[in-house]
């Protein structure tokens, strides 16, 4: 885990195979995208099922013009002393252009996540790039914000506990987790009495123009190589955008000045990771911007393991849940 270099990278790097086969998607001329529909498999919400099912699901409509929606994951058992359940928001991985809150593999997660931690998970679906770029996700991730501090849906007015929301993402959920958490920060005094604790940076998404050791070291990564990590930026920034646009890079001078709207706020900032991942050069990276501009930042960065290993085995997730379960403690025992 190394420092950003401006090293050349290797003189005989295996070159990625055609990071849209590996997508399998199709750029089409009007700049959208055509996906293989069984890439990623859906799992209907499950509203009101046999007794035994331990997690309830339904689905709510956000906004009816952008077609954004959530799935709500509630735990069956009431949590043992209290009378309601802490709330996680979460958003889905996808290199901003694949997945939704529907698909299976986050289903699944979010209903794992829910029992695990006593929480009810408010999985947000977003719109996609590139047919939607940056910063429209992060739009839809605050409406999403902004839409459960007034909602009327029964499952969160009588079983959530507006005091003690977190903001979590996966991969490209945790760059969205990340941007969304700063712009709302400006707006903290606005939400109450609902109040954000902190923000749980899954393996957070971030990138750089200039390859850093651990994407250089991990060229050939069988789940994420850094050239299809390219190509989903390339989609997903703004036309003309460059790597090193602070949605991207939060490590810039611009990107580490918003991190200022986190140190202000005070939420407490998780961020986990593995040295298996391309990507955990930026999180180390993140994690020590973010302690020098004073954000109460914490992190967990294991050895081995994989990009997006969590979401995909569920003795993984279990672990994943147990950091999830002391960081919550921790941050729900800070008064802010």
């Known amino acids: 885990m190394s420092d950003q270099t401006k090293a050349a990278p290797s003189s005989n790097p295996t070159v990625v195979d055609d990071p849209y086969k590996r997508l399998e998607i199709i750029l089409n001329p009007n700049g959208s995208l055509t996906r293989n529909p069984n890439r990623f498999p859906n799992t209907s919400a499950i509203p009101d099922p046999d007794p035994t099912v331990p997690v309830l699901s339904k689905d709510i409509t956000i906004n009816q013009t952008t077609h954004t929606w959530a799935r709500v994951f509630l735990p069956r058992q009431k949590p043992l002393g209290r009378n309601k359940f802490p709330l996680i928001v979460y958003y889905h991985a996808g290199g901003f252009i694949h997945c939704s809150a529907a698909s299976t593999i986050f289903h699944v997660f979010c209903s794992n996540m829910a029992v695990e931690l006593q929480a009810i998970v408010v999985s947000v679906d977003y719109r996609r790039a590139p047919e939607h770029r940056l910063p429209a996700a992060y739009d839809d991730a605050i409406e999403a914000l902004l839409w459960i501090k007034t909602t009327q849906e029964e499952w969160l007015t009588q079983y959530a506990n507006f005091t003690t929301c977190f903001v979590m993402g996966s991969s490209s959920g945790g760059n969205i987790a990340y941007h969304a958490g700063i712009r709302v920060a400006e707006e903290a005094d606005s939400l ?19 390859k850093v050791e651990s994407e250089l070291r991990l060229v050939n990564d069988p789940v994420l190589p850094p050239g ?61 911007s973010m302690e020098e501009k004073g954000v109460k930042v914490v992190s ?16 993984k997730a279990n672990a994943l849940f147990l950091v999830l379960e002391d960081f919550i403690a921790s941050a729900t025992s800070v008064t802010l």
Request: net charge negative; hydrophobic share 40%; proline share 6%.
């Open 192 to 210: 109450r009495p609902w109040k954000i604790r902190g923000l749980i940076l899954h393996q957070p998404f971030f990138g750089g123009s200039v």
């Open 228 to 288: 299809v990590g390219d190509l989903m930026w390339e989609l997903a920034l703004p036309i003309g955008a460059d790597r090193d646009h602070e949605y991207c890079n939060p490590t810039t001078t611009k990107g580490t000045s918003l991190m200022e709207k986190l140190a202000a706020v005070g939420w407490k900032v998780l961020v986990t990771g593995c040295d298996g991942d391309p990507l955990i050069d930026r999180q180390v990276e993140l994690v020590k």
């Open 300 to 315: 967990h960065f294991r050895m081995g393991d994989h990009h997006g290993v969590d979401i995909m085995q569920p003795d």
